[in-house]
């Protein structure tokens, strides 16, 4: 079992910045890749960034890159999503999941889930 705790949500206006932080326990952190989604009000989960165990690779949707930055401290089993440029559309439950292996942007890949933070961001 990994447990997986997501803190740093919150209300922000449009061009704000947001930290979310993830943090895991339980099995061996380095085994996992590791991912963000999103779930708006009325909308499907959406995969939003996702990082390899090493953090050498990283990936993320086309409405997030430039703006996004997903990291991971494998010595603090953290995970980090830097969000910049914030807009009202990025508003959701923001939820980080582990996959054992490697990446994916499916969600049905991931093996355990946050509980998720909200971050709202006000135009």
């Known amino acids: 079992q990994v447990q997986l705790v997501e803190s740093g949500g919150g209300l922000v206006q449009a061009g704000g910045s947001l930290r979310l932080s993830c943090a895991a326990s339980?099995?061996?952190?380095?085994?996992?890749?590791m991912g963000w989604f999103r779930q708006a009000p009325g909308k499907e989960r959406e995969f939003v960034a996702a990082i390899t165990w090493s953090g050498g690779s990283t990936y993320y949707v086309d409405s997030v890159k430039g703006r996004f930055t997903i990291s991971r401290d494998n010595a603090k089993n953290t995970v980090y999503l830097q969000m910049n440029s914030l807009k009202p559309e990025d508003t959701a439950v923001y939820y980080c999941a582990a996959k054992f292996g490697t990446t994916s942007y499916l969600g049905k890949d991931y093996n355990y889930w946050g509980q998720g933070t909200q971050v709202t961001v006000s135009s």
């Open positions: 339980g099995r061996t952190f380095i085994n996992y890749a």
